[in-house]
């Protein structure tokens, strides 16, 4: 069975610090990752995803995720944090076989301190 | 562009009542999906379906009820809503193309308490 882990549930960090969130998943088929944001009281928006190519993925405002097939892996990288990413992130895969099955984490909240 | 939107945004209901919440997309994506999301439970799928007329189950369907009559409209009704049906319920949608990594997209949530 496919499943997503997500070991931070919560992650502190200061302004302008680097983050890591970390993402592992276990699948015994392709699959493609995504990473969401959600900022409270709002819906999950896609900030990045991993098809297929280069393994480093990046989105537009500074978030990077590198798919590791031998760590099954998908961490999310940003060097420098603002106050304003302050929101809860979800890692989530999808089969790469076309079905309707996505598969979440349970989320990591991060909050940027200043 | 509007894309997904669901109402209400917010419900207060009484436990028994028979609430709605309505989703509207308009990507004419064929699948739509209903989940909810708990503290400590993620992302839950209720229902989904892959296109006008055709709706399954997910993991937590029980208490549940969709339609699909048309390809824009997927709404979601609680029968007789319990307090464990207090929760925030995300409508989403995709087109299920593979080049696209069958990417979802959420609408904004419904906040819904049941009392």
């Known amino acids: 069975a496919q499943s997503v882990t997500q070991l931070d549930s919560q992650v502190p960090v200061f302004e302008e610090a680097p983050v890591e969130l970390r993402c592992n998943y276990s699948s015994s088929v392709s699959v493609y990752l995504f990473w969401y944001v959600q900022y409270p009281n709002q819906g999950l928006q896609l900030l990045l995803k991993?098809?297929?190519?280069?393994?480093l993925v990046e989105s537009i405002n500074g978030f990077e995720a590198e798919f590791n097939k031998s760590q099954t892996s998908f961490h999310l990288r940003k060097p420098s944090v603002h106050i304003s990413d302050t929101a809860e992130y979800f890692c989530?895969?999808?089969?790469?076989?076309?079905?309707?099955?996505?598969?979440f984490g349970t989320g990591t909240r991060l909050k940027v301190l200043a | 562009d509007a894309g997904i939107t669901q109402s209400p945004r917010y419900k207060i209901t009484e436990t028994g009542r028979q609430v709605t919440l309505m989703c509207h997309q308009t990507?004419?994506?064929?699948?739509m999906f209903w989940y909810r999301q708990d503290l400590g439970h993620g992302l839950r799928l209720i229902y989904y379906?892959?296109?006008?007329?055709?709706?399954d189950k997910g993991e937590v369907p029980d208490g549940y009820v969709v339609s699909r009559s048309k390809t824009e409209n997927f709404p979601l009704t609680l029968e007789s809503a319990t307090r464990s049906q207090t929760s925030v319920y995300f409508c989403?949608?995709?087109?299920?193309?593979?080049?696209?990594?069958?990417?979802?997209?959420f609408g904004e949530g419904s906040w819904l308490t049941v009392v």
């Open positions: 990507w004419s994506h064929s699948y």
């Open positions: 989530a895969v999808s089969l790469g076989s076309g079905t309707y099955k996505y598969i």
């Open positions: 379906s892959a296109a006008a007329d055709i709706t």
């Open positions: 989403a949608s995709s087109d299920m193309i593979r080049v696209s990594g069958n990417t979802i997209y």
């Open positions: 991993y098809l297929s190519g280069s393994t």
